[in-house]
């Protein structure tokens, strides 16, 4: 009854303090208001707990931090051994071809960047098992909306080697038609949001989506990735709490690798990372090994079924190892130690887990091995030499789908750009672009 | 016609219950010093939209919306404090009859709401977002530069969100200061892939802001706030689209043209008049309604016919919207002009609250410049 009290006054007093800043409310409307007799009538905020006469300061220490969700050990053996995987060995060898294709293809596109074939490229060395993980246990109509470390969801997806790499040489058979940087993939067909610079600019936006696809009660999840440095951004915290207070339907996928470029994780935050900020807004969470496919897969899947039952977001944090260098502009032994990466690629690395296990199953063997790292080597190196070849996109795709419909003053400029390249086309790279 | 002071002290309770500054009489002696800096000029529908009714702004772009919610299953209007009304009532009523689904609160974060309603278009929705003061539009800056307006042509195509409408009222009110008065249409214009409209009254705010709702493309909409109750009209009852990208010209004349948008329309109106009284110099008054893509064409070609042109906007001058307008005339109309072209504007000065009336480009500055331009 006390508590009650003390409760009604707060809340009277908390009005009057709205209502002198909107200096809209007459006294007579907080009377009305105190003498509400039930609160759950008003809209007016509660306080939902227990008050204390005892002041006390909580910290980081009084709550516990999440575990990290496993399945397989780093020797390729089921932790627990009463543990069910549900993947059959054809899906695995599907998973794991899938991750090694992205490892063989990031190799050779890293060394064209090197030579300067492509001006750019950014590999996901030590992060295979996080994409094609959490791409295996989504269904295919969801919606994808990636930071740019997650090629392996679109590999998983079908997007076929010429794909990744007309797009990197900004070809004429690139989807995005040779308007972004290298690694700016996208996929209609795959349901792959294509993807942007600007980091977490797409983790409410695919909050957004998710609010779209509950309304159309089409059965759709959107899942959004980010890095565990994006997660700073203030978009971020929008995304968690819009995701948490309009009941949507969505998967934020946190890769924590460590470091963002060369700031390292505990520069980035000092809560329990990613994953712990969750339940202040609201949301699920699940901690995960991100070199461990079968934990993220389960994790995915089980992160899915909840928040579609739910209509409510859920956080995945895989915890994982940047091996590469941030991009191809980023020589990271500038700050860490080259032992330190070592140490990680060899205890952690998913493919090598994940290939353990195969061998423990008897489902792989050196044999097989090396026929398929010979036959991706070769596909890579074909799509390579075939996307070497291809002319750019033609010269007045610079000017189009800026609108929808192309306006006046962009003709015009398009028109002063061709007349332009008629008097001045011997200065121009011409050839290069179809015409 | 002046605003009748009763008109006016609505206006005041009404934008005064959300600002956050002031203590309520002084604001009210401010607003009653100045706040009728503008005459409103009603616009006539054109008869074939059928019926109309006395319609104010806030009405009109209730109206709008609530068709778009009846005509468009996917469409959902959001933002702070939508579902009660909004603060300055364009939402009342909506949430009551489509529900607490496709009418609702976001949690107080701009770049969140955009992002939101880029989600929402980009999945096949058509999101109406309002961000509750056009001032408090910069935090969602990066997801309308880089993301909204990049999406279709980064994508190739792929994907876009251009089902996206952000509503925003903005400009002078009197006695909003900073953070209620700002006008930040130039921020925008420079930015590829965007449309930006602003209305000059109810008429031309409802078939405008169905337009853009409709529209392929992301919109920014951007709604002078003083209009919302001072302006009332006959606005047409049903459904109808006005043309994006099209200026108006509000007022035939021949001596000199006079270009502005939104609450500035009707200050040249009144200049207009004031310029034909006093020194019988006959205006041509043009609304350019859309900031981007703006039309070129009909401002051209007022010039090359009057041979002089004033263009009067609130926001500050450097790199303000008239630059862009002022560029393009000299460069189309060289042979034709017979006089500078003459910028009249805000000062480049943070938008000042004790200040107001002699930082606003009023009739009187905008008469002189007309006097000075048309006696070079």
């Known amino acids: 009854m006390h508590s009650k009290l003390i409760l009604r006054n707060l809340r009277a007093v908390g009005t009057a303090v709205r209502c002198f800043q909107s200096s809209c409310a007459s006294s007579s409307a907080q009377l009305n208001l105190e003498t509400q007799n039930d609160s759950r009538n008003s809209s007016a905020p509660v306080f939902p707990v227990d008050f204390t006469s005892k002041l006390q300061v909580t910290t980081e220490r009084d709550v ?112 995005g038609r040779g308007r972004q940087m290298p690694i700016h993939y996208g996929s209609r067909k795959l349901n792959f949001i294509t993807l ?23 059965g759709r999840c959107v899942i959004a ?30 890769r924590n690798n460590g470091y963002a470029i060369s700031t390292p994780s505990r520069e980035q935050y000092r809560g329990d990372a990613i994953a712990g900020r969750a339940v202040g807004y609201g949301l699920a969470a699940v901690r995960v090994d991100g070199n461990d496919i ?28 940047r091996v590469g260098h941030h991009s191809t502009s980023d020589d990271s032994s500038a700050y860490r130690s080259k032992e330190e990466v070592e140490d990680w690629d060899k205890s952690y690395n998913p493919i090598t887990r994940l290939r353990l296990f195969m061998e423990h199953s008897n489902w792989w063997n050196e044999e097989k091995e090396k026929l398929l790292a010979k036959q991706i080597k070769a596909d890579v190196l074909k799509a390579v030499a075939e996307a070497e070849k291809k002319l750019k996109p033609e010269i007045s795709e610079l000017f189009t789908d800026v609108y929808y419909e192309m306006p006046d003053h962009l003709m015009e400029q398009s028109a002063y750009l061709a007349d332009h390249l008629k008097k001045y086309g011997e200065h121009y790279p011409l050839d290069n672009y179809k015409k | 016609m002046a605003a009748s002071s009763k008109l006016m002290h609505k206006v005041f309770q009404d934008a005064s219950q959300f600002l956050k500054v002031g203590c ?63 603060v300055f009532r364009c939402s009342m009523g909506l949430q009551e009859k489509h529900g607490k689904d496709r009418v609702f609160n976001s949690p107080l974060c701009e770049q969140g709401i955009v992002a939101f309603g880029i989600g929402l278009s980009v999945a096949g929705s058509t999101a109406i977002s309002e961000i509750q003061f056009a001032d408090y539009i910069f935090p969602a800056f990066d997801q309308i530069v880089n993301e909204a307006a990049k999406f279709r042509y980064r994508s190739g195509n792929l994907s876009n969100c251009g089902s996206l409408t952000i509503r925003a009222p903005c400009s002078a009110v009197g006695h909003g200061g900073l953070y209620h008065s700002q006008s930040p249409e130039a921020y925008f214009a420079h930015t590829p892939g965007l449309k930006i409209v602003i209305p000059r009254g109810p008429y031309k705010a409802k078939g405008l802001l169905l337009s853009c709702i409709r529209d392929k493309d992301p919109c920014l909409f951007f709604e002078p706030k003083i209009l919302y109750r001072t302006a009332e009209e006959e606005v047409p009852v049903n459904d109808y689209t006005l043309p994006l990208g099209k200026a108006d010209i509000v007022k035939a004349g021949s001596d000199i043209t006079l270009v502005g948008w939104g609450t500035q329309v009707h200050v040249l109106l009144e200049v207009a008049k004031l310029a034909e009284e006093q020194f019988n110099v006959s205006c041509e008054v043009i609304d350019i309604v859309s900031i981007l893509p703006w039309d070129k064409n009909t401002v051209c070609e007022s010039v090359k016919k009057t041979g002089r042109v004033m263009i009067a906007h609130e926001a500050p001058l450097t790199n303000g919207f008239g630059a862009e307008i002022a560029a393009t005339i000299q460069e189309e ?44």
């Open chain 1, 64 to 175: 516990p931090k999440i575990p990290i969700y496993q399945v397989l050990g780093s020797d390729g053996r089921l932790i627990d051994s009463d543990q069910r995987i549900d993947v059959d060995e054809e899906t695995t060898v599907k998973m794991y071809e899938a991750m090694m294709r992205q490892n063989i293809l990031d190799g050779i596109l890293y060394q064209a960047q090197r030579q300067g074939r492509i001006s750019f490229y950014m590999t996901s060395f030590g992060e295979e098992g996080v994409a094609v993980g959490s791409a295996s246990a989504l269904e295919s109509t969801d919606l994808v909306y990636g930071q740019y470390r997650e090629a392996g969801v679109l590999m998983w997806r079908g997007f076929t080697l010429s794909d990744f790499i007309n797009q990197c040489y900004s070809n004429d058979e690139d989807l």
């Open chain 1, 196 to 218: 942007s610079s600007p980091l977490a600019t797409q983790v409410p936006q695919a909050v957004g989506s998710a609010y779209a696809f509950k309304l159309a009660k089409n």
């Open chain 1, 225 to 254: 990735y980010f890095g565990e440095g994006a997660a700073s951004e203030g978009d971020t915290h929008a995304a968690f709490n819009f995701a948490a207070t309009l009941q949507c339907p969505v998967i934020l996928f946190c």
């Open chain 1, 294 to 321: 079968f934990a993220v897969r389960n994790a995915t899947k089980y992160a899915r079924d909840y928040c579609m039952s739910n209509n409510i977001g859920v956080v995945i944090e895989a915890m994982t190892y």
């Open chain 2, 24 to 86: 309520r009489l002084q604001a009210q002696n401010v607003i009653c010093r100045h706040a009728s800096h503008f005459t409103y000029f009603k616009d006539e529908p054109l008869k074939e939209f059928g019926d109309t009714s006395k319609t104010n702004m806030f009405q009109a772009i209730n109206s709008a919306m609530d068709i778009a919610l009846d005509t468009d299953s996917s469409a959902v209007v959001f933002g702070e404090d939508v579902a009660f009304g909004g």
């Open chain 2, 333 to 376: 109309c060289f042979l034709y002009l017979e006089s500078p072209v003459k910028r009249v504007t805000g000062f480049d000065t943070p938008f000042p609250l004790i200040f107001e009336p002699f930082y606003i480009p009023s009739k009187w500055r905008c008469l002189q410049a007309v006097k000075e331009t048309v006696h070079y």
